[in-house]
């Protein structure tokens, strides 16, 4: 008797064991990869990115799992940390800028890919269309090209007299030569004069910043790649050495002591970034989502850093910012 009430007792616990698992299987967490160049230090993007998934419903380790994946500056490493986040798996991949974004799409063409920051995805083949992306890949632009002519202008207008412009930027970065092309094409209709200053590694920054002042450039154009996102505070730094005024394309750059930047929000960007995450997970391809670009831009001037490198901004070029420091 007692042998049949234990017989009875095992079945039903593994009948239920069975249940359980299946509950689980039915109901579960979805596991995000997140894939960067930079590294874990807080920063808005990331949090307007959690707010956009909490704004959704998602709590990050009860209904949604994020995997992180951090490069620490060495784009070399892209590739295996995506094949590891693809090995995992995990359901989707979000990532941002070209070299992670082209890590992502090498690891896999089946898991959907979400960028929060592309310059130009098309130019750079990672989508077939902005209305159809087609593949496992859709984003959101930052619309880089063709914002360089209209920042050569407000550098033009910030400071008085400017005619030769130097331009920092990161050759080995495919994108980044594609950019440097439209701020030449926007530099001759301005009759600008432009020096290119380039770097490939960490230790090229100190050499190529250091000649500002003999290359008697009047301003500095900083093109935002892994590279000198990375090494912002250098730049920064450098520039006022010199007191050579910068124009940026990240609103960071400003806050940590820059001149000026204009473009789209970021933090907007990363925030909408989870909508699509969403949308993928509820059922939708990546390829049938169209590509967003930003509607909305922001001149942001740094007053403290222009009194530090001589520079009086014009009445005119300060009523046209979103934000000015003080």
Known sequence: MNRKIATALLTIFFLASLRIAEAQQSGKIPRIGLLFVGDSSPSSTMDAFRQGLRDLGYVEGKNIILEYRY????????????????????????TATSPAIHAAKRATDTTPI?????????????????????GN??????????????????LAEAVRKVSRIAVLWNPGNGAMVLKMKEVQNAAQGLRLELKSMEVREPQD??????????????????????????HRDRIIEMAAKGRVPGMYEERGFVEA?????????????????AVYVDKILKGAKPGDLPVEQPTKFELVINLKAAKQIGVTVPQSVLY???????
């Open 71 to 94: 490069a620490e500056g060495k784009v070399e490493r892209l590739p295996q940390l995506a094949e590891e986040l693809v090995r995992l798996p995990v359901d989707l991949i979000v």
């Open 257 to 273: 002591g820059g001149l000026m930047s204009y473009g789209p929000s970021f933090e907007a960007n990363y925030r909408r970034a």
């Open 137 to 154: 890949v859709t984003g959101l632009s930052v619309m880089d090209y063709e914002l360089s002519g209209k920042r050569l202008e407000l």
């Open 320 to 326: 046209k910012a979103d934000r000015v420091i003080k």
């Open 114 to 134: 979400v960028f929060a920051a592309s310059g130009n995805p098309m130019a750079t083949g990672y989508v077939a269309s902005l209305a159809r992306p087609g």
């Open 205 to 230: 920054f100190d050499r190529v910043l250091a000649a500002l002042p003999r290359e008697h450039a009047h301003a500095l154009l900083t093109l935002a790649d892994p590279l000198t996102l990375f």
